[in-house]
């Protein structure tokens, strides 16, 4: 059973840096497509970010700039690093990933097949 496993997360004052971990219990190079997807609070699951087996990386507009993703198949890892955080990026943060390749819309409407338990990231004004 494949288990992904985020970190990282809490809580930061508006400005401020966080960065999410996410750990694969299998090699992370099998996978076509690895992403972040958010759920505010109240709100419905929105995609932030994608990377495919290619290298190919989309980002939601309201991240761009702000956020970068990488991934280190080495570790079976995916990051998230955040920068210039906003209150409105309070959310529960989850890692997920497909097996494959990534296309438009899985930041619109993200239906991995596997998903990570979530990482909340608060931040304050």
């Known amino acids: 059973q494949v288990q992904l496993v985020e970190s990282g997360g809490g809580s930061v004052q508006a400005g401020g840096s966080l960065r999410l971990s996410c750990v694969a219990s299998e090699y992370t190079g099998r996978y076509g497509c690895m992403g972040w997807v958010r759920q505010p609070p109240g709100k419905e699951r929105e995609g932030v970010v994608t990377i495919d087996h290619d290298g190919r990386i989309q980002y939601a507009d309201f991240v761009k700039g702000r956020f970068t993703i990488s991934q280190d198949n080495a570790k079976n890892s995916l990051y998230l690093q955040m920068n210039s955080l906003k209150p409105e990026d309070t959310a529960m943060y989850y890692c997920?990933?497909?097996?494959?390749?990534?296309?438009?819309?899985?930041?619109?409407?993200?239906?991995?097949?596997?998903w990570g338990q979530g990482t909340q990231v608060t931040v304050s004004s």
């Open positions: 997920a990933a497909d097996p494959w390749l990534c296309n438009s819309d899985d930041l619109l409407r993200p239906t991995f097949r596997y």
